[in-house]
T-cell receptor, first 115, second 113 residues
Framework: AQKVTQAQTEISVVEKEDVTLDCVYETRDTTYYLFWYKQPPSGELVFLIRRNSFDEQNEISGRYSWNFQKSTSSFNFTITASQVVDSAVYFCALSDIGGRRALTFGSGTRLQVQP | DTGVSQDPRHKITKRGQNVTFRCDPISEHNRLYWYRQTLGQGPEFLTYFQNEAQLEKSRLLSDRFSAERPKGSFSTLEIQRTEQGDSAMYLC???????????FGEGSRLTVL
């Protein structure tokens, strides 16, 4: 069975601080995909990034960066110089490589960025 | 707007009533998923369709729940004899065979009184 753990329930930072959201996963599959989604107050889940288990290269996109470490089963997400608009709930998710492709989500981390 | 759309966005009903939610996926997407999200939790998988075929149902989907996608385009999720425990956000997502990520709608929030 697959499982995703986001131990941080809520994080509050002041604007311009850097913040890291942790994600630890469990799977018996040797090949899988990892994702991060953002859920603003409007409710729609917005896709941020996908990573496959073959590729442990870290990725940076603007103020966002992701650190994938297969050895520790972690896929952490860092926001540099946070902004108020980053306030949202962030979900880490895992899917298998097979045909189903359904995602298993963590319980989310609520990020509040104070001005 | 060509994203996933869901209707209604909010539904308040009394216990025991039936409710139906509709999802219109992104037009070229053949895969469609239903998820349920309760307060403070991540979305939980309910069921998925490839074209018109319902290929998997979670054990969360009790006999009171039924989902259809008759022509492989829009889908409906019906809950019969609603219970207070059914109160949640019902999320629809779609993807194509080329995608690994799912594209979500804004959800339909159900409140059962």
């Amino acid at each position: 069975a697959q499982k995703v753990t986001q131990a941080q329930t809520e994080i509050s930072v002041v604007e311009k601080e850097d913040v890291t959201l942790d994600c630890v996963y469990e799977t018996r599959d040797t090949t899988y995909y990892l994702f991060w989604y953002k859920q603003p107050p409007s409710g729609e889940l917005v896709f941020l990034i996908r990573r496959n288990s073959f590729d442990e290269q870290n990725e940076i996109s603007g103020r966002y960066s992701w650190n994938f470490q297969k050895s520790t089963s972690s896929f952490n997400f860092t926001i540099t110089a946070s902004q108020v608009v980053d306030s949202a709930v962030y979900f880490c998710a895992l899917s298998d490589i097979g045909g189903r492709r359904a995602l298993t989500f963590g319980s989310g981390t609520r990020l509040q960025v104070q001005p | 707007d060509t994203g996933v759309s869901q209707d209604p966005r909010h539904k308040i009903t009394k216990r025991g009533q039936n409710v139906t939610f509709r999802c219109d996926p992104i037009s070229e997407h053949n895969r469609l998923y239903w998820y349920r999200q309760t307060l403070g939790q991540g979305p939980e998988f309910l069921t998925y369709f490839q074209n018109e075929a319902q290929l998997e149902k979670s054990r969360l989907l009790s006999d009171r729940f039924s989902a259809e996608r008759p022509k492989g385009s829009f889908s409906t999720l019906e809950i019969q004899r609603t219970e207070q425990g059914d109160s949640a956000m019902y999320l629809c997502a779609s993807s194509s065979n080329m995608d690994r990520e799912l594209f979500f709608g804004e959800g339909s929030r159900l409140t059962v009184l």
